[in-house]
């Protein structure tokens, strides 16, 4: 299982990002996937979750109505479209498959 973030990089308040995941030796159009993020000196958060056919399971609080999360199964891709964007949404944010870990993308927001 090989799952590799993208797309995080250093953006003013009110900004947008766009995540990208690309899994491979999976089947992934079966899997279920979420994203988590992890803030320095915090545990590591469940942002959003989605079902294999694209149904939305979960959206945190804290970003429901900002972030959007969606996949292409064709391309065996997850994204992460962030919206409004605040200082506190600064994290590592992480790609999940149920027991696999992406690297990691860094997320800054900041002016």
């Known amino acids: 299982v090989q799952l590799v973030e993208s797309g995080g990089g250093l953006v003013q308040p009110g900004g947008s990002l766009r995540l990208s995941c690309a899994a491979s030796?999976?089947?992934?159009?079966?899997?279920?996937m979420s994203w988590y993020r992890q803030a320095p000196g915090k545990e590591r958060e469940l942002v959003a979750a989605?079902?294999?056919?694209?149904?939305?399971?979960h959206y945190a609080d804290s970003v429901k109505g900002r972030f959007i999360i969606s996949r292409d199964n064709a391309k065996n891709t997850l994204y992460l479209q962030m919206n409004s964007l605040k200082p506190e949404d600064t994290a590592v944010y992480y790609c999940?498959?149920?027991?696999?870990w992406g690297q990691g993308t860094q997320v800054t927001v900041s002016s």
């Open positions: 999940n498959s149920p027991g696999s």
């Open positions: 030796g999976f089947t992934f159009s079966s899997s279920a």
């Open positions: 989605i079902t294999s056919v694209g149904r939305i399971i």
